[in-house]
């Protein structure tokens, strides 16, 4: 039982020898990562801009009722 585990073992050993661990870095782990990385600096990208509209339609709109109202 003993040896044959050795065998397993050595065999698996055999047949990793021959990956390359940066490629299975790179598509196990920073391909996700940049992924990720990504959704998210177009979601902030999305949101800031949104943000910056809702921004400019605020301005314009109290430009517009203090004209209108706040007539000094």
Do not use: C
Request: hydrophobic share 40%; charged share 30%.
């Amino acid at each position: 039982m003993k040896t044959e585990l050795l065998n397993e073992f050595y065999l698996l050993q055999q047949s990793m020898a021959p990956v390359n661990y940066d490629e299975v870095i790179e598509e196990r782990v920073y391909m996700p990562v940049r992924k990720v990385n990504k959704k998210m600096t177009t979601w902030i990208s999305e949101r800031g801009h949104m943000l910056m509209s809702l921004d400019v339609k605020l301005n314009s709109s109290l430009k517009y009722l203090r004209k209108k109202y706040l007539n000094f």
